[in-house]
């Protein structure tokens, strides 16, 4: 039996969140081995195919134009390049590759490259995944059209942490996204970044957000924040250092995730390469399956392909191998 639900309460994820540590890690440990082969590790490689100018005031990013971090803006890749990345990253033995625009939304303009891209990558025998800010229902069917196997669009927080983050979009705008990948039959990729001087209530409340949606995000990356100069919370927590998350909460942060939904491969995302193996080790025995390999995550640092496998080859873990990605599971209108 299949124990998916999409009826979780916050009170409920609150009472999961806040069990003895020992008991959490067991329990998610549990559900993943239900669903999920316990010795694998999804990996993942993220490219920046287009850097900086974006207009959105995110307090975390670098690329944003409202933050002094040295950042600067380029122009989007041309196709070749990005299909060389993709072949080095597959030979490198990644499943999944994963790109990013700084954008608030993509233009018009801007999707046939991106469908010739999507295309090229997929023939490589890779999983695709993209995010570009926000997609009108036109677009999304285009990627689907195009072969995308994933879209990720992070909803951040918590709804009443998120605006203390953005002002420039909101978390319902985010939610329209992830309806029209969704609903143009994409798999959804969307999670969240701690250690922002959020509370536990409010990590609790991005769970709850994602796992109450009418289906589980496929894909749910869980990022702890690198403070970058310049940024709004990278000065923030300069001066604040205690507002970042510890090791112990943001494993609990993975586990509740893991719990509240089974099936999603869950990520471990930006700040990795700050966290010691023995944080790592925790966070997939508390059902991380999935990572960023490469020695570049956007504009801030990895771990790098040659670390990772010295680490799971120490805890005896393997690399996921690839397979053709399950598609979401709704039904797409016929055209007109």
């Known amino acids: 039996m299949i124990d998916i639900r999409n009826d979780w309460t916050r009170e409920e994820i609150a009472e999961i969140f806040a069990l003895p540590f020992t008991e959490l890690v067991f329990r998610a440990a549990e559900t993943h081995r239900r669903h999920h082969p316990a010795d694998e590790v999804q990996l993942c490689t993220l490219l920046s195919i287009k850097t900086g100018g974006c207009q959105e005031d995110c ?14 803006a380029t122009k989007l890749m041309d196709a070749q390049e990005v299909l060389q990345r993709a072949a080095q990253a597959k030979d490198a033995g990644s499943q999944r590759f994963c790109m990013g625009a700084a954008w608030r939304n993509p233009k018009d303009r801007d999707m046939p490259r991106i469908v010739e891209i999507v295309k090229g990558v997929r023939e490589m025998g890779l999983e695709t995944c993209m995010t570009l800010g926000m ?6 069917e285009m990627l689907a059209e195009a072969g995308l196997d994933y879209y990720n669009h992070n909803i951040d927080s918590s709804p009443e942490y998120y605006e203390r983050v953005i002002s420039t979009r909101s978390m319902d705008d ?5 309806g029209n990948v969704r609903a143009a039959g994409i798999n959804v990729c969307s999670g969240g970044i701690v250690g922002m001087g959020e509370t536990r209530e409010d990590r609790v409340g991005f769970i709850h957000t994602l796992a109450t949606l009418e289906r589980h995000p496929e894909s749910v990356p869980v990022n702890a924040l690198v403070p970058v100069k310049g940024t709004a919370l990278g000065d923030m927590l300069a001066d604040t250092p205690l507002a970042r998350i510890d090791d112990i909460e943001f494993i609990r942060t993975v586990a509740t995730a893991r719990i509240c939904m089974p099936m999603s491969m869950v990520r471990l995302s930006a700040g990795r390469e700050s966290m010691s ?5 925790l966070c997939f025995l508390a059902g991380a399956n999935s990572i960023f390999t490469g020695d570049k995550l ?3 640092p990895n771990a790098g392909d040659d670390e990772d496998a010295v680490l799971l080859a120490r805890l005896g873990m393997k690399a996921m191998e690839g397979e053709e990605p399950m598609r979401a599971a709704c039904e797409r209108e016929p055209a007109e």
């Open 135 to 140: 997609l009108t229902p036109k677009q999304a």
């Open 59 to 72: 307090g975390y990013c670098s690329q944003s134009v409202h933050a002094d971090s040295g950042v600067k």
């Open 174 to 178: 985010r939610l329209d996204t992830l």
């Open 277 to 281: 193996e023995a944080t790592q080790a």
């Open 298 to 300: 956007l504009t801030a």
